[in-house]
């Protein structure tokens, strides 16, 4: 796990709280930061995950998914990330090459993927989806904030206690081929 999670895991309190409408000017303000450091080597940049749902209580975790060319080339975005002053947590070269960064206060993770990975549409399928289905919505929020009330051992523990939820909502999205 030290080689995925940088800093071995760690366990944190799983707070959900109700939606913020700053939540959509502090990814405006991080996708600048981000553009800037990145210098067009960003070929998109989209607000994810519950904060990016109008009215989906949420962690107050601002997640952004980045597409680059290559995820694993990690010389082409790594140093000016860290120079921007963000974080390498997560290194995950049997998942999609996705690397995650996140800010010091731990407020916004940024998630790296490559050209053309279906993690990403995921994430955008599932997102609209809550955008404009408030059953899911509500749906989504219930499990979330009964999830919230247990004791995890890690954040990610909690992220796979939502898989079967997600999967579904997922699947109402993108229609089987």
Not at 17 to 35: C, G, M, N, T
Not at 93 to 99: A, G, I, L, V
Not at 132 to 149: G, H, Q
């Amino acid at each position: 796990m030290d080689e995925v999670f940088i800093g071995g895991l760690e366990k944190r309190q799983i707070v959900i709280v109700d939606y913020d409408s700053r939540w959509p000017e502090k990814f405006q303000r991080h996708a600048k930061i981000l553009s800037d450091a990145l210098q067009g080597r960003i070929l998109a940049i989209e607000h994810v995950g519950s904060t990016s749902v109008p009215e989906l209580a949420a962690k107050p975790i601002v997640d952004i998914d980045i597409i680059v060319e290559d995820s694993s080339n990690e010389a082409t975005y790594l140093p000016a990330l860290i120079h921007a002053g963000y974080v390498l947590r997560v290194r995950e070269p049997d998942w999609h090459q996705h690397r995650m960064f996140r800010t010091s206060e731990l407020d916004v993770h940024i998630h790296i993927f490559s050209r053309g990975c279906v993690e990403f549409t995921r994430h955008l399928a599932f997102r609209d989806r809550l955008r404009t289905c408030i059953e899911d919505r509500l749906l989504y929020e219930s499990v979330k904030r009964r999830l919230a009330e247990k004791d995890w051992s890690d954040m990610n523990s909690y992220a796979r206690a939502k898989s079967d939820v997600v999967e579904q909502i997922i699947a109402r999205h993108i229609p089987r081929r």
